[in-house]
């Protein structure tokens, strides 16, 4: 019993640090911020006077605040639904022993290994009307193919996410391939000998067997599709006017250009919640899945 009880405090010990790291720089921090976005907080020097929900009852009737968000749940809508069935028609692609498969796997996974910053002035310059896409289409003649990309406020946005799912997709490939190669070929080998063709085994067995990978999948690219930032801020900066503009990128000019703290923390504790929406379904699907284990 005692060998047990120094094994534990020496785990505790060894687990003490990142806890105190953890609670510090999130938990504390979170915290700080939710209070201070009950304050009336502006300028540089701290003003911790209580205000309540004030500054929430403002945003919620912010016009550019309202457009951010429905920019973001655009960006949300399109992302996903277009990085996981790309990912894993990639993964399927890659798991039917294609040739050269290292090579492939390599090329589909490089933007990941590229920063946002990078991509985002990679892309804009592709996107530049005068350059890049458009060059290529006037040098073949196909000028009537030409646009203005991200320099029209009516599809600026849907530029910059395509310039996301470029960046992810070899991300979503990448879960989806380990997935696939964790289904026992028993599985696949019974039911081709039963009759079953590619789509039978698609439906009936790859998808069901893949599903926590996609569950994961949609939880990690919300998370990374409502904290939309580095793409925005490089691309656009938010514009054609609004068009392109979203909270995270609300928050960053409120609180550190305009200097209006408090009102940022608002803003960050509204997209802490709309995460946490997001999460927490996954936090209860995945208990569920360990008590039942």
Same mark, same amino acid.
């Given at each position: 019993?005692?060998?047990?009880?120094?094994?534990?405090?020496?785990?505790?010990?060894?687990?003490?640090?990142?806890?105190?790291? %953890?609670?510090?720089?999130?938990? #504390?921090?979170?915290?700080?911020?939710?209070?201070?976005?009950?304050?009336?907080?502006?300028?540089?020097?701290?003003? #911790?006077?209580?205000?309540?929900?004030?500054?929430?009852?403002?945003?919620?009737?912010?016009?550019?605040?309202?457009? /951010?968000?429905?920019?973001?749940?655009?960006?949300? !809508?399109?992302?996903? /639904?277009?990085?996981?069935?790309?990912?894993?028609?990639?993964?399927?692609?890659?798991?039917?022993?294609?040739?050269?498969? @290292?090579?492939?796997?390599?090329?589909?996974?490089?933007?990941?290994?590229?920063?946002?910053?990078?991509?985002? $002035?990679?892309? @804009?310059?592709?996107?530049?009307?005068?350059?890049?896409?458009?060059?290529?289409?006037? @040098?073949?003649?196909?000028?009537?193919?030409?646009?203005?990309?991200?320099?029209?406020?009516?599809?600026?946005?849907?530029?910059?996410?395509?310039?996301?799912?470029?960046?992810?997709?070899?991300?979503?490939?990448?879960?989806?391939?380990?997935?696939?190669?964790?289904?026992?070929? =028993?599985?696949?080998?019974?039911?081709?000998?039963?009759?079953?063709?590619?789509?039978?085994?698609?439906?009936?067995?790859?998808?069901?067997?893949?599903?926590?990978?996609?569950?994961?999948?949609?939880?990690?690219? $919300?998370?990374? !599709?409502?904290?939309?930032?580095?793409? %925005?801020?490089?691309?656009?900066?938010?514009?054609?006017?609004? @068009?392109?503009?979203?909270?995270?990128?609300?928050?960053?000019?409120?609180?550190?250009?305009?200097?209006?703290?408090?009102?940022?923390?608002?803003? !960050?504790?509204?997209?802490?919640?709309?995460?946490?929406?997001?999460?927490?379904?996954?936090?209860? #699907?995945?208990?569920?899945?360990?008590? =039942?284990?």
């Amino acid at each position: 019993m005692r060998w047990v009880l120094k094994e534990n405090l020496f785990l505790f010990l060894l687990l003490l640090p990142a806890m105190v790291l %953890v609670g510090v720089f999130i938990y #504390y921090f979170i915290g700080w911020t939710v209070r201070v976005s009950m304050t009336d907080w502006q300028g540089l020097r701290p003003s #911790y006077n209580f205000v309540g929900l004030r500054n929430f009852l403002r945003l919620f009737s912010d016009y550019r605040f309202v457009v /951010g968000a429905k920019n973001n749940l655009f960006v949300l !809508a399109v992302f996903i /639904g277009s990085v996981i069935p790309i990912g894993f028609i990639l993964a399927l692609m890659l798991d039917q022993n294609v040739r050269f498969e @290292a090579l492939f796997r390599s090329i589909f996974l490089l933007p990941m290994a590229l920063s946002l910053i990078v991509t985002a $002035t990679a892309w @804009a310059w592709l996107y530049n009307p005068t350059l890049g896409i458009n060059s290529i289409f006037q @040098a073949l003649g196909l000028e009537r193919l030409q646009s203005l990309f991200i320099a029209d406020p009516n599809r600026a946005l849907f530029w910059v996410t395509v310039t996301a799912i470029w960046q992810f997709s070899g991300f979503a490939m990448a879960i989806y391939l380990a997935a696939l190669r964790a289904i026992p070929e =028993e599985l696949t080998e019974a039911a081709r000998i039963d009759g079953a063709n590619f789509w039978q085994i698609l439906v009936r067995i790859t998808l069901p067997l893949v599903k926590p990978a996609t569950v994961s999948l949609i939880v990690l690219l $919300t998370h990374v !599709a409502l904290k939309i930032f580095d793409l %925005v801020w490089v691309m656009t900066s938010g514009g054609p006017g609004y @068009a392109t503009d979203v909270p995270a990128l609300y928050m960053f000019v409120t609180t550190f250009r305009q200097d209006r703290v408090a009102y940022g923390a608002a803003i !960050a504790v509204v997209m802490f919640v709309f995460v946490m929406v997001i999460i927490g379904p996954y936090l209860v #699907y995945n208990r569920r899945n360990e008590v =039942e284990l």
